[in-house]
């Protein structure tokens, strides 16, 4: 399987439309390979909260359009990255689009895990409560994005649905970059998958972000890695290796799912 990661830069100075043609310029011209992944929030970028409101679109708006399109031309099965998504009950979301080969979108993934803590995300957008995956030719693929990085029992999950390749885009900050390494390679080997994360490059809304977009195998090797800018990263991947990891170390067959809380779990007293 090829895959591509199209580490974008999303910038001030760019708008949505122009970023938007150039995205799928760059999609058109991935014809050949199986999969093309976007990063997260890249039409309105994931740090200008000013602009959600006024960029959000629906599931079928103008970013979906585009990407639809781009899609078939390269008949590739593209993970969007994701957009900011004005639901039916008015809320924005954060929601990332599959788009089949014949430009068909095949699924959408609202990020359960919102950042942000007093702003941003956490303020602005609802929570998705929907674990996401679905299968195809290449394998089942399950959906994360960004801050999910953090909260391996989301992973677990998307694990324990069947999913041998874990998309992740983001739109990580440049001074947690390690961080993002760390997670990534970690999710990777803890749940015996492929690791694709895509990550926007460049500066806006006060935050440089990190690239530094990354395809893994499921022993933590990494096997393509971005620079900071704008890149198209490529990678061939084995996916065969998911079923022969999971044979030959078959971790994930001895969990123990009955771990007792320690008696002073979550008690204000405990020492
Ligand atoms: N867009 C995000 O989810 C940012 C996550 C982040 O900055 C972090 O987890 O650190």
């Not at 080969?101 to 950042?115: C, E, M």
Request: proline fraction near 4%; include cysteine; hydrophobic fraction near 45%.
């Amino acid at each position: 399987m090829r895959v591509s990661l199209i580490q974008l830069l999303v910038s001030d100075t760019e708008s949505a439309d122009e970023r938007r043609a150039r995205a799928a310029a760059l999609v058109r011209g991935r014809a050949g390979d199986d999969l093309v992944v976007l990063p997260e929030l890249w039409t309105t970028g994931a740090w200008a909260y000013d602009d959600w409101q006024a960029g959000a679109e629906p599931v079928d708006g103008p970013t979906a359009r585009a990407m639809s399109a781009a899609a078939r031309s390269a008949a590739v099965w593209l993970h969007a990255g994701t957009v900011v998504e004005r639901g039916d009950d008015g809320s924005l979301y954060n929601t990332a689009l599959l788009f089949d080969r014949s430009g068909a979108l095949r699924r959408t993934y609202r990020k359960i895990h919102r950042y942000g803590f007093d702003t941003g995300e956490a303020v602005w957008m609802a929570a998705g409560r929907e674990v996401v995956t679905i299968g195809t030719e290449l394998g089942r693929l399950g959906f994360a994005t960004c801050y999910d990085l953090r909260f391996p029992e989301l992973f677990r999950a998307l694990v324990d649905a069947g999913t041998e390749i874990l998309v992740v885009p983001a739109a990580w900050p440049a001074r947690r970059r390690e961080q993002w390494r760390i997670l990534v390679r970690a999710r990777a080997v803890e749940e015996q998958a492929v690791v694709l994360a895509c990550c926007a490059s460049g500066s806006h809304g006060g935050m440089e972000q990190a690239g530094g977009s990354m395809a893994v195998d499921p022993w933590g090797t990494v096997l393509a890695e971005a620079g900071a800018g704008e890149e198209v990263l490529t990678a061939e991947i084995d996916m065969d290796v998911v079923a022969a990891i999971r044979a030959e170390l078959p971790v994930l067959q001895d969990r123990v799912l009955s771990i007792p809380a320690p008696e002073n779990a979550r008690s204000a007293s405990a020492p």
